[in-house]
């Protein structure tokens, strides 16, 4: 198991939103850009645009990202030889943040499939 | 150094004792004050002061809309007048008003002595104070801003106000705003590091929690608006144009400068009146909080959500529909955790036996008004309502409901809960009770009606409105709730002061709380805790009654005194296990001083008298420079005894000092800055029109180079100076220093030579911008360099005693990688805009 210092725990607890929020400016950024560049006239195959293309693909990775943040906290919250009250409690809020970022993270960003971007 | 401490006799002694070393002296040495008690009443007092200035506004403005064509105020004095509600009762009230009653609160919720950095809090006050009596003395001057409280462009640009109002506005807001960022690191450091032993992460009051999620929101927050501002002045002042369109500009970038604070600024006022709510409700309920965990994760999901949902105050400029989705989604899913928080709150009160008292009464104020509130929110979040009701009344219905329930409901139940522990004496009389039903009732009458005038179509900021437009009747009632309500508000002072002047006074905790604050005298001494407590379950589940006089005894941590030094103890962010002696520094005028240079900088920018404006921050540096006079120690002491068997090093032999966690925060900050500073560029290459311009910036090869190798000269050897600390590291500094200078030299020749007049177009006036933040940066490297070097002479720095080194070496971290991002950030956009050129 990846020891981690005692600050970085602590910001374990931020971290599932902290990666939505990554995850937002790149969708929001990506798609002003995207849209300035003209990458939303630029069709791929099957009517599948490169803007609407790099949209899913930020959020695919996003959500996997998250995904994975929650199973980790969840693998090390279960595993065995825990630290203290204090570092379980640390790895419960995290995963419980991680879930509640992937639910937020489906609700707000799902749109990338099907919404005009520019 | 002798760490020897001097035991008391008994308790009466050791009181004395504590006291000789925290009070504050009288007369003008109250000026010097830096204990956070006296503070937190000062920024409580004042914001309370600053809300009956806003209320009597709000007055003024209900007088004029009473009837259709009332005589009483023109367009120029009613936008003067709204504007002005508007900024008080968001920037000098709401959010001091926090900060006060934080500061109050903190060190004993957490057990500890004081807050972190006792002169940073003082200066804090001061900038608050000062940039407050600015907005004021502009009001009765009548030049106050007339812009509206979000001042907008370009309306509040030059050329349609001339004037000095929103200047006054631009300045003073940032002058107040100081004392928001320094209570943010105040508190995120306090909770970080200064608590009682034992108390670990999990075992925090959970107002400690919310406290923390939302300095670090306010540190995260607060410099879009920061940066918004200066942006506008250096506009409005130099005739940089970043929000107009004929040269490159845009007012978009305002907007969304200005909300990218002003919505995580909602959650900022509501998040502190939730965390009151969540520590009365057990008290009163007289059982633990239901789901303390749960509330900890939504709290930091609701955090994180609100810096989402910026531009739910932008849907009718016209953006993509993808983006409008995302932040609608955004806005109603911040539904969700505010819901949970109040699920969490009423099962603790179901499982409960609750005492009917009249900060319960408050309570259920808050439940009533707060979830309208909510419910009409959700409605604007969904796009097409917005179309309809926006810049109408429905809309300021809406944020009444949401601030006056979600904000002043919780913090009078507050006052009502905490005033017995200021004064230490409980009220005799009971006009709390007719005043909470004259607020309550005259807010609804207010407010709610506006929900139907907005819906009939008023908009809002209007002085005059038709006599046929049907509002006339809604309004005279919307007018007479208004003033109901100040009778009831004004109940609520006469309530107070009968309760500070005739009040019963009582033994410790009257409410059978279970929180450490009420483990000590009332009113507080100067020093909080004789002792301090060993925390050894959650600090919301103490016995107060039979902790206090433990404590009072000396019986716990630091239960003496030490040659006459404050001490707090520091512990580590997870665990709470003792880990440092915080010697905190005694009553200081410095705060002040560096405060009113502060106040000379704004006023020299204010009367464009530019001449004094660098004499003004030589004198903040210099004075800055005098707080280090009396940190740090000249010799190693190693670890020092602290009661309980224990013993720890002082701060300054510790790797987690508090100065150097305020430093990595401070920097956080700053970086929110940059980064939206950058993004400012970035979105006026995607949006604003007349791109690209006919000259572009040209930085050639030969200097860029130039400047990276000083910059990657200088944040290397300033980390040598540290990372092997040996006699060499002085001449590493030196290095250092040089390097840093060379880099300023640099950048500021960059920006003169190789950017086009900065005031022809706005990538001109960005790339110029960053090109001056990084040389700041690289000064003020150079500045950190030479004081490492002086500090290394002066001896106060050793292989053990390394922090002031640390510190400066961040500072070293952050310009290098700033230096390097502008260099590559402005040929990357002058690329940019060149290509848009091209095609």
């Known amino acids: 198991m990846i020891a981690l210092k005692q600050p970085a725990t602590t910001l374990l607890v931020a971290t599932g939103f902290i990666i939505w929020s990554v995850a937002f400016i790149a969708l929001y950024g990506g798609n002003a850009v995207g849209c300035r560049l003209g990458w939303s006239e630029i069709e791929l ?25 929650s199973l980790w906290m969840h693998r090390r919250y279960r595993s065995a030889g825990r630290t203290s009250e204090a570092t379980d409690f640390i790895y419960r809020v995290a995963r419980d943040g991680g879930v509640a970022a992937v639910a937020a993270t489906l609700f707000c960003f799902t749109l990338v499939f099907w919404l005009s971007p520019c | 150094m002798t760490g020897t401490p001097e035991q008391p006799t008994s308790p009466i002694r050791l009181h004395k004792q504590l006291s000789a070393i925290w009070d504050t002296p009288p007369g003008l040495g109250r000026l010097g004050a830096v204990n956070h008690t006296i503070l937190g009443q000062r920024f409580i007092i004042a914001a ?26 023109d367009a120029e004095l009613y936008a003067q007048v709204f504007t002005m509600h508007g900024t008080i009762m968001m920037f000098l009230f709401a959010i001091p008003l926090f900060e006060g009653i934080a500061i109050y609160l903190l060190p004993k919720l957490l057990g500890a002595r004081d807050l972190a950095f006792p002169r940073l809090t003082a200066y804090g006050f001061w900038c608050y104070i000062f940039g407050g009596t600015m907005l004021i003395v502009a009001l009765i001057a009548g030049v106050a801003p007339d812009s509206g409280w979000f001042m907008y462009t370009p309306l ?40 009682a032993p034992g108390m670990s992460l999990d075992r925090m009051p959970i107002f400690a929690w919310y406290l923390l999620v939302v300095a670090a929101m306010m540190l995260i927050g607060f410099p879009p608006l920061i940066l918004g501002s200066i942006l506008l002045e250096l506009e409005r002042a130099f005739g940089l144009p970043f929000f107009d369109p004929t040269r490159g500009g845009d007012p978009l970038l305002w907007q969304h400068l200005f909300w990218l604070f002003g919505h995580p600024e909602v959650y900022i006022i509501f998040l502190p009146a939730a965390g009151v709510i969540s520590t009365l409700i057990p008290v009163f309920a007289g059982r633990a909080l239901t789901g303390y965990r749960t509330i900890v994760v939504a709290i930091i999901a609701l955090a994180f959500l609100s810096f989402g949902l910026w531009v739910h105050h932008m849907y009718t400029v016209g953006i993509p529909h993808l983006a409008l989705g995302f932040f609608s989604a955004a806005s109603a899913m911040a539904a969700v955790p505010t819901a949970i928080q109040v699920f969490a709150w009423l099962a603790t009160l179901s499982h409960g036996r609750p005492r009917l008292t009249v900060p319960m009464l408050h309570i259920f104020g808050f439940f009533f008004v707060f979830i309208m509130g909510g419910l009409t929110g959700v409605m604007l979040a969904m796009v097409p309502f917005d179309w309809q009701a926006h810049d109408t009344h429905f809309v300021v219905a809406h944020l009444h409901y949401v601030l006056v329930g979600g904000f002043i409901f919780p913090m009078l139940a507050g006052l009502y809960y ?42 809002r900021r209007i002085h005059a409105y038709p006599a046929d437009a049907g509002w006339e009747v809604l309004n005279l009632i919307s007018s007479m709730g208004s003033f109901i309500m100040t009778i009831g508000f004004a109940l609520i002072v006469v309530d107070v002061f009968l309760q500070i002047r005739f009040g019963r006074r009582f033994r410790r905790d009257p409410w059978k709380s279970a929180t450490l604050e009420w483990a000590m005298p009332t009113p507080p001494p100067s020093y909080n805790f004789a002792a301090l407590p060993k925390v050894e379950r959650r600090a919301d589940g103490l016995k107060p009654q039979e902790i206090g006089p433990q404590l009072a005894a000396g019986h716990g941590y630091l239960g003496f005194v030490r040659q006459g030094r404050m001490e707090t103890l520091g512990v580590s962010m997870l665990t709470g296990k003792a880990e440092q002696v915080i010697i905190l520094p005694g009553q200081t005028n410095l705060p002040l001083y560096t405060a009113l240079a502060t106040g000379c900088f704004f006023l020299a920018m204010l009367f464009k008298q530019y001449w004094a404006v660098p004499i003004a921050l030589l004198a903040m540096l210099a004075l800055f420079l005098l707080w280090t006079r009396v940190t740090g120690q000249r010799s190693d002491t190693g670890s ?17 000092a508090p100065s150097w966690w305020a430093m990595r925060f401070i920097l956080t900050a700053n970086a ?12 006026l290459w995607v949006s604003a029109p007349n791109w690209p311009p006919a000259d572009l910036p040209a930085l050639g090869i030969v200097l860029p180079v130039l400047t990276a190798l000083a910059l990657l000269t200088g944040v290397a050897s300033g980390r040598r100076a540290v990372s092997h600390y040996d006699n060499r590291s002085a001449g590493w500094l030196v290095l250092c220093g040089l390097a840093q200078a060379i880099s300023c030299a640099l950048l500021v020749w960059l920006a003169l030579t190789a950017i086009p007049a900065p005031t022809g177009h706005a990538l001109s006036a960005t790339s110029f911008v960053i090109l001056l933040y990084a040389a700041l940066h690289c000064f003020l490297a150079t500045v950190f360099a030479g ?17 002031d080194l640390r510190i400066g070496r961040l500072w070293q971290d952050y310009t290098a990688i700033a230096g390097l991002i502008a260099l590559v950030f402005v040929a990357a956009i002058t690329r940019l805009a060149a290509e848009g050129s091209l095609s």
């Open chain 2, 48 to 73: 309370l002061i600053f809300f009956a200035i806003g209320g009597l506004l709000a007055m003024l403005i209900r007088t004029q809309l009473a009837s259709g064509a009332s005589p009483f105020m």
């Open chain 1, 45 to 69: 195959a099957g009517g599948i645009t490169l803007q609407r293309l790099m949209l899913v693909g930020l959020y695919a990775l996003s959500l996997a990202a998250i995904l994975l943040f």
């Open chain 2, 156 to 195: 509040s640009s030059s050329t349609y106000s001339p004037g000095i109002n929103a200047d006054v506005w631009l300045l003073g807001i940032t002058f107040v705003e100081i004392s928001a960022v320094s209570a943010a690191v105040e508190i995120m450091v306090s909770v970080l590091k200064v608590r």
């Open chain 2, 672 to 683: 929110t800055l940059y980064a939206s500073l950058l993004f400012g560029g970035l979105f």
């Open chain 2, 787 to 803: 004081y490492g070097l002086w500090r290394i002479k002066a001896g106060y720095v050793s292989p053990a005693r390394l922090l």
């Open chain 2, 418 to 459: 905490w005033l017995p522990h200021a004064t230490g004496r409980l009220a005799v009389h009971n006009l709390s009770v007719p005043a909470f039903w004259l607020v309550f009732g005259g807010f609804n009458i207010t407010f709610f009606i506006m929900h139907l005038t907005g819906l009939r179509g008023m908009p």
């Open chain 2, 640 to 656: 020092l005894p602290i009661g309980m068997g224990e013993s720890v090093p002082p701060h300054a032999e510790c790797d987690e």
